[in-house]
C-alpha cells in the first residue's frame, strides 16, 4: 500500500491515478474538510476528465483520511513555497510530512519526494531527519526524489504520457519505485541519482522563464517604438531553428514563476541570466498597468470604475489561481490605492476571492467600458461578439476585432 502525503493539484491525481490502475493507495491531507469532501464523493477542484477519474479510482478502493498510515511506501506531494526575500525554496511542509511519516514508518519503508525541490533539498533538510530516525530506532528508511510534471488543464494526460525521473540513492530502490509509476505512465522512467533528479525538474522550468521572459522583453522593446510584437515573431518563427513563445501579463501557476527563483537563492552570483528573466517576468502585471493608464487617457476615460479585468486563473480554462497576474496587478493596484475599484470575473472561479467579482459574464460587461482580457478562457473567445462597443485591451492575442490594444 501506498501513502500519498498531500491531495492538492499533484497528490490528489497521481494517488487516483495509481489506483485506478491497480495500485492501493491511501490519500493524507492535514485539511479535514478537503478530505470531508473527497469522502462524500466530490471532487475538490476541476480538470478535464478528473471526475471519471475520481470515481474509477473510488471503485478501485482508494481511501482519504487525515491521518498518516503505517505502511513501506510513501508519497509526498506537498507545497513548496520559496522566500521572497531570499528566493530559497521553503521546505517546512516537505519536512513537517517527513517527521510525521517517520513516527509510522516501517523498516525499509521508501519515501518518495513529489514535491518540486531545490538541488540539494534532500540533503540538506531530509537526510538529517531519516538519519536520526536509523540512529534512534534501527529501521532502515530509504530516500527517492520523483519530481512532478504535469500541468493544470492537461493533468491527466501528462500524468499518462510525460516522461518521468526517478532519483534514488539505491538504484533496486529507484527500479521498485519505478515500476509503481509505470503501472500507468506511458513515457520513458529514467532512474539517476537524487540531486540530479533534484536539478531536472528545477532546469525544465527554468528553460521554459527563461524563454518567456525573452519574449515579454521583446513586447516591452516593440511598444517602445509601436512595432507590432506579434508580427515579429510569427516572420522570426518562419526560420527553422527559432520558435519564439508569445508575450504575455505575467507569469503564473507554481512552476514557472516560484522554481526558477531557488538556482537564484541558491546560486545568486551565478545565476545571472535568470536573476533577469525572473524580474522581467514578474514586471509584466505592472508593464499592463500602464497599458490600461495609456488607453484611459487616449480614449479619454476618467473611470477606472468601468474597467474590467476578464480572467482571475493564471491560464486558460482552469480553476488554479496560484501567482495569478491577475492577483498580482490586483495586488499593484491596491498598494496606488486604486484597486478596489475595477470590476473582476472568471467563469472558473466560483467563490468570491476579491472586490467587486461578478460571477456572470453578461452582467461583467454591462459594467465596464473597457476589457483587459487577462486570460484566455474558451468562454471568452465564443462569446468575442459580446465585446462590440467595448475598449479591447487584448494581453492573450485572443482577440482578432479591430480596434484591439495589445501589449
Not at 519526494?113 to 540533503?123: A, C, D, Q, V, W
Not at 529507484?174 to 533534484?198: H, L, M, N, P, R
Not at 527563461?210 to 510569427?234: Q, S
Not at 490586483?330 to 467587486?356: A, C, N, Q, T, W
Amino acid at each position: 500500500m501506498i501513502n500519498v502525503i498531500g491531495l492538492g493539484y499533484i497528490g490528489l491525481p497521481t494517488a487516483l491515478m495509481m489506483a485506478s490502475h491497480g495500485v492501493e493507495i491511501v490519500g493524507t491531507d492535514y485539511n479535514a474538510e478537503l478530505v470531508r469532501t473527497l469522502n462524500s464523493g466530490h471532487m475538490t477542484f476541476q480538470e478535464k476528465g478528473i471526475e471519471e477519474l475520481f470515481h474509477s479510482a473510488v471503485e478501485s478502493g482508494v481511501r482519504f483520511t487525515t491521518k498518516y498510515q503505517t505502511t513501506d511506501t510513501y508519497i509526498v506531494s506537498v507545497p513548496t513555497p520559496y522566500d521572497k526575500f531570499s528566493k530559497k525554496v521553503d521546505p517546512s511542509y516537505v519536512v513537517a510530512a517527513v517527521s510525521e511519516i517517520l513516527k509510522v514508518a516501517k523498516e525499509e519503508t521508501v519515501v518518495v519526494i513529489e514535491s518540486t525541490i531545490s538541488p540539494g533539498t534532500i540533503n540538506k533538510h531530509i537526510r538529517p531527519l531519516v538519519e536520526a530516525e536509523e540512529d534512534t530506532s534501527g529501521k532502515k528508511i530509504h530516500l527517492v526524489h520523483a519530481p512532478e510534471r504535469i500541468i493544470p488543464g492537461n493533468m491527466l494526460y501528462e500524468l499518462l504520457h510525460n516522461n518521468r525521473t526517478i532519483g534514488a540513492d539505491d538504484k533496486e530502490i529507484g527500479e521498485k519505485i519505478k515500476s509503481y509509476y509505470a503501472a500507468f505512465c506511458q513515457g520513458e522512467i529514467v532512474v539517476t541519482d537524487i540531486c540530479t533528479a533534484e536539478m531536472t525538474k528545477v532546469v525544465e522550468n527554468t528553460y521554459r522563464a527563461v524563454n518567456i521572459a525573452f519574449a515579454n522583453e521583446l513586447a516591452k522593446i516593440c511598444r517602445h517604438d509601436d512595432m507590432d510584437v506579434y508580427e515579429i515573431i510569427r516572420i522570426c518563427n518562419m526560420h527553422p531553428r527559432v520558435n519564439i513563445l508569445k508575450p504575455g501579463p505575467g507569469v503564473g501557476g507554481h512552476c514557472i514563476s516560484v522554481d526558477p527563483w531557488f538556482l537564484v537563492g541558491d546560486y545568486p552570483s551565478l545565476a545571472k541570466v535568470i536573476d533577469e528573466s525572473m524580474k522581467t517576468n514578474d514586471s509584466m502585471p505592472d508593464f499592463v498597468l500602464n497599458r490600461i493608464y495609456e488607453i484611459l487617457k487616449e480614449n479619454h476615460m476618467t473611470d477606472i470604475g468601468r474597467v474590467g479585468l476578464y480572467g482571475l486563473t493564471y491560464k486558460e480554462n482552469v480553476d488554479d489561481m496560484r501567482e495569478s497576474p491577475t492577483l498580482q496587478m490586483l495586488e499593484s493596484m491596491e498598494r496606488h490605492l486604486s484597486g478596489k475599484s475595477v470590476k473582476v470575473y472568471d467563469p472558473f472561479i466560483e467563490k468570491d476571492v476579491v472586490e467587486r467579482q461578478y460571477h456572470d459574464l453578461d452582467a461583467f460587461l454591462r459594467d465596464v467600458d473597457l476589457v483587459v482580457i487577462m486570460v484566455g478562457h474558451d468562454e471568452i473567445k465564443e462569446n468575442m461578439g459580446k465585446l462590440e462597443g467595448k475598449v479591447i485591451l487584448d494581453t492573450r492575442k485572443v482577440c482578432d476585432m479591430r480596434g484591439v490594444y495589445r501589449l
